[in-house]
């Protein structure tokens, strides 16, 4: 079968999401909406201090509180009693010790919410308070909170001479805080109890079947007994790569025979998941008097927090993309992650390259002024391209448009003078402390999994005809986590099918694992799976024949399931060295600032990007990720941290915990380039992660720029600026 | 982004004095594979032979600090 004219609705159209309008009308349904009759309530008591020994649980009078249906402890977890992304290292109920505040203790079920709550709270527990270990730098030499002790993983990349020397060295020390996912969704779900003795549960998560295998194990059943469903996911962004209360909900569930709901608080959510990793990075650039770079090397310290989650792949990440996209012939390049008794930390938008592009950027922007050059001359000069060689030894395979990504932006026109200054409609100012500045930054990152995963998703394409025309469904276990994957999902089988109508079914774990919503991989790695089995569709339509496709189909639809596996990669070996990553997604940023000099208060006028998405499935999806992106990389480089004092959160509220709102986001001037990766479905890139990778320093350095300030802590707060 | 299962995951529960306990722990941790599995179990986790070789070990320090018991479970596949 030939596709001779693709129908409305195929690729590289910007298809309107089916979600859009109903989330702006308050009509979607996310999970904290999951209703079933006779259901119950779940609660989860959680640790108040950051570290301490558990002596007992009394739960008895808790129990006896009217209406609560059952309390339980570790004592209850049939199955495994750890979980983890990486190393299965987490409780799910604590049980002689906790190692973080917020880490549950004790689940409740109860008729009503608030009764659940109360018997959480009626629950005692004598604790015997510790001294937490909150200073990563000291967590090397503390007292191990883990068996194998409190360094988790240390990477070292050791790349070209060791010993290169160079005309000018610059130097620096940078810091990154604690950043929230911020989704608008708290975690939430329900779990029913299923008549063969498993559970049925609907979730918001990221990645169903390994959320699935935790829960299974830790339940002791099979894992086909553990059967999930998503749930409306109100964002993501790496947040729900973990489990929070899954398996909570399901213990409770199948304890009482009841189904079960679980839904956070705002408040409780900050306590519900793990957070970005705060970084201290120690950085020396070395250079050519002519700007060439000769070497860099770094140390990079992560705060892992409490649990492993996803740590060992940020540290690996951090050191990867350490040095930007540079051509740096020699580096040497140390990571490191450790446990302390301070909220876990994972997945988060950027993972480790958020971090290290902050400070490698202030360095290039501190080299440039060393040397008397301009900022974007000596990127440009030293710009990571095609063929180039990253510090890991790997060659760069497809386009790497460092340079044109670096020009587009700078060749935009620069905006005039804002009509809203520092301080908005405050009032604080008529202008006459406020300076402008410009500020550039690059960076890059890998699209999926890395270091020898073996990833892939799984779709299930069916090809029937109902009603007299042809109907295609679409059967994956990807979480649409608000990217717009389902349209994504659509448009590719609307292109290769030649179908107008093509409907895609809940993801659930009754298909083949799709990976995670996460890495910038879904379109990449599950596009690519429904391009395959519309391909083995098609494949079959030419062997019935040729002709008019209802009649082709008839009464015996085509149901194909396929794997899109991405090519292999490699660990890296004792020097760092290794063809560790699939593929790279690039993107550039131009900030201009207003800030207002006495009050520390800052306007971010415009930020002009440019990024090569490779293929834009969807031209309208790109750009709300890649304005959503620089949202969230705004808010590093102003507002967004988590504030913790000796392993306490201090700011667990979105009173407290600020995030940008629209009348924070400047105008977004947008270069989306489509240099095609020839090893990727359609030559198609991750798009949702380089927004956030380099327009926070891109801010910073316009503050730099405006200021004179030299800002090496993000967030920059107004007493930075000010110098206070 | 979660890693490849371990080749061989050994979880132990020691029964006897203090000492026993704690001189497997002594040994356990610093070989990295180790990690808390549950009240009173650890798990190493790791490559086939680093695991054997650790939990020969870990054993022999437990029984020569007086462990009356010591039960091993060994799985195949489990996250690290």
Redesign the interface.
Known sequence: MTVEAPPKGGIGESVRRPDGIPKVKGDFAYSSDLWADGMLWGATLRSPHPRARIREIDISKALAIRGVHAILT?ENVPG??????????Q?VLA??QVRYQGEPIAIVAADHPETARHAAATIEVDFEPLTPVTDPETAFDAE?L????NLLRHVHIEHGDRHATADVVVTGEYEVGMQDQAFLGPESGLAVPAEDGGVDLFISTQWLH?DRD?VA?SLDLPPEKVRITLGGVGGAFGGREDLSMQVHACLLALHTGKPVKMMYGREESFFGHIHRHPARMRYEHGATRDGDLVYVKCRILLDGGAYAS?S??VCSNAASFACGPYDVPNALIDSYVVYTDNPPCG?MRG?GAVQTCFAHEAQMDKLAAALELDPVELRRRNALAEGGVIPTGATIRSPAPVDELLASVAARPLPGPSPILPGGHSNTTHGESVRRGIGYAVGYKNVG??E???DYSTARVKLSVVGGEPLVEVHTAACEVGQGLVTVQEQIARHELGVERVVVLPADTQVGSAG?S??SRQTYMTGGAVRLACEAIKEELARRGSGDLVELVGDDPIDVTREHHHRQTFPLDEKGQGDAHVTFAFAAHRAVVDVDTELGLVRVVEIATAQDVGKAINPLAVEGQIEGGIAQGLGLALMEEIQVVDGEVRNASFTDYLIPTVLDMPPVELDVMELADPGAPYGLRGVGEPPTISSTPAIVAALRAATGAELKRVPVRPDHIVGV | MPVPPAELTAEYRIAGPDEAVAAALDVAGPTGLAREAGPGVTALSGDRAAVLGALDEVVAAALDAGAHEIDVRLVRGLTP
């Not at chain 1, 495994?80 to 992304?85: A, I, S, T």
């Not at chain 1, 883990?146 to 002790?149: A, D, I, M, R």
């Open positions: 570790h495994r009693k750890v979980y983890g992304l990486e190393i299965a290292d409780p049980w002689d191990p883990h068996p194998s002790g390994v935790q194990a996803s060992t792949a997945a993972f999994y890395s020898g995963f073996d995670s996460s890495a």
